[in-house]
């Protein structure tokens, strides 16, 4: 069964600093791999995705993540925070193709960003 | 293009009563998903529609819970008798194809009293 680990809860970082949420995996085949935002009284947006190819993926609002296979992690990045980052980030695994669970998400348990000015 | 819709936003009833939340989803996206958020708890996958069929329902809690899909167009997510661990938000989500990334409501806050 597949599965995802935030291991950080809340983080704390102040406006300009970078920023690097991490997200580990357990698939046992190639995953499609997501990053959601939600901010406060809103849905999911969705931040960027990896399906193959290059592993390095960049998304909306200046963010990128990593794909690296050999140690099961997709980690969130970002160069410099703006206070309206603040929201909660969750990392999503997608099985592939095969199966009737082909496009259910599993999601990580969330971390809560907070920016100081 | 309208997002995915969800309503009501918020309901609030007591324990035994009956509740049913709506979903619709993007214009032609045959995808429709529920998932749940228990207060504390991850994100987790109810089930998955492929318009008017149940593709994978091993989420949904018991058999307190019925979802429909009627025409392949809205969802509904029936609750019935509502308890208080049911409490939580309930999110749609829709995408164009399976695998595809999935396109979020913004979810339906129930309060079990």
């Known amino acids: 069964a597949q599965s995802v680990t935030q291991p950080d809860i809340h983080i704390t970082v102040s406006e300009g600093a970078s920023l690097e949420l991490r997200c580990n995996y357990s698939y046992g085949a190639t995953p499609y791999l997501f990053w959601y935002v939600q901010s406060p009284g809103q849905g999911l947006q969705l931040l960027l995705k990896y399906f193959s190819g290059d592993t390095l993926v960049q998304g909306i609002k200046g963010f990128e993540a990593e794909f690296k296979r050999s140690q099961s992690s997709f980690n969130l990045r970002k160069p410099s925070v703006h206070w309206s980052d603040a929201a909660e980030y969750f990392c999503a695994v997608g099985a592939s193709a095969g199966g009737t669970s082909y496009g259910k998400l599993t999601f990580g348990q969330g971390t809560i960003l907070t920016v100081h000015p | 293009e309208a997002g995915v819709t969800q309503f009501p936003s918020h309901s609030v009833i007591e324990k035994g009563q009956t509740v049913t939340l709506r979903c619709d989803p993007i214009?032609?996206?045959?995808?429709l998903y529920w998932y749940r958020r228990v207060m504390g708890k991850e994100i987790k996958f109810l089930l998955h529609?492929?318009?008017?069929?149940?593709?994978?329902e091993s989420g949904m809690p018991n058999n307190r819970f019925l979802a429909e899909r009627t025409g392949g167009t809205y969802s509904t997510l029936k609750v019935q008798p509502a308890e208080l661990e049911d409490s939580g938000v309930y999110f749609c989500?829709?995408?164009?194809?399976?695998?595809?990334?999935?396109?979020f409501g913004d979810g339906t806050r129930l309060s079990i009293l």
């Open positions: 214009s032609g996206h045959d995808n």
């Open positions: 989500a829709s995408s164009q194809g399976r695998g595809m990334p999935q396109h």
């Open positions: 529609f492929v318009k008017e069929s149940k593709q994978d």
